[in-house]
């Protein structure tokens, strides 16, 4: 079964430097991976996806994701952190379930806290 | 986003009653879905449907029903709530070809 992992539930960083948000995933055949997301009472919000081609890949808000197959992983980075960058963020991979069915298997998620 | 809206976005029920949660979406897509989110376990799929005709369960489909009225309305009920139900309930949507999903702004729902 696909599945994805989170393995830090919380990342601080300082406003200006440069943060990480883990993902390591584990599917069979090529992923389709993506990342979400959530900030305070609010529903999740798609930031980007790999699906084939560049290893980088560029999403919204400045967020760019770096698929690496030798280590199933596809981490979530910004060179230069914001204060409002501060909320929780899923990784996800698609997983077919009969024909062109699927469903989004989504990690625990990680809070990322930006400090001032 | 706004294309996708939940009413109510909270609720406080007992135990034992029944409740909807409804979903409409202005996005054209064809696919909806429902979600719990629980602290520390991410989300996962209640049930989803891909067209108005077509209504499957997810992982974690017991104690749950659904209705797809309209391809632009997709509701979810609890029979008989139980307090481990209490969490935050979010609708999405999808489109064939399209891989990500489109999420409402979530439901939370206290059982007591």
């Known amino acids: 079964a696909q599945s994805v992992a989170q393995p830090e539930d919380q990342v601080n960083v300082a406003e200006g430097n440069p943060l990480t948000v883990k993902c390591t995933y584990s599917v069979s055949g090529n992923p389709y991976l993506f990342w979400y997301v959530q900030y305070p009472n609010r529903g999740l919000q798609f930031l980007l996806k790999?699906?084939?081609?560049?290893?980088l890949v560029k999403g919204s808000y400045g967020f760019e994701a770096e698929f690496n197959k030798s280590q199933t992983s596809f981490h979530l980075k910004k060179p230069s952190a914001l204060v409002s960058d501060s909320a929780l963020y899923f990784c996800?991979?698609?997983?077919?379930?009969?024909?062109?069915?699927?469903?989004?298997?989504f990690g625990s998620g990680t809070r990322l806290l930006v400090r001032p | 986003d706004a294309d996708v809206t939940q009413t109510p976005r909270n609720r406080i029920t007992k135990t034992g009653k029944r409740i909807m949660l409804e979903c409409s979406q202005t996005k054209g897509h064809d696919r909806m879905y429902w979600y719990r989110q629980d602290p520390g376990l991410g989300l996962q799929l209640i049930y989803y449907?891909?067209?108005?005709?077509?209504?499957n369960k997810g992982e974690i489909s017991d104690g749950y029903s659904v209705s797809r009225q309209a391809q632009a309305k997709f509701s979810l009920s609890l029979e008989s709530a139980i307090p481990n139900q209490t969490a935050l309930y979010f609708c999405?949507?999808?489109?064939?070809?399209?891989?990500?999903?489109?999420f409402g702004p979530g439901t939370r729902l206290t059982v007591l």
């Open positions: 790999y699906i084939t081609g560049d290893n």
């Open positions: 999405a949507t999808g489109l064939a070809g399209v891989h990500e999903q489109f």
């Open positions: 996800a991979v698609r997983d077919f379930w009969m024909d062109s069915s699927y469903k989004l298997i």
């Open positions: 449907s891909f067209d108005v005709k077509d209504i």
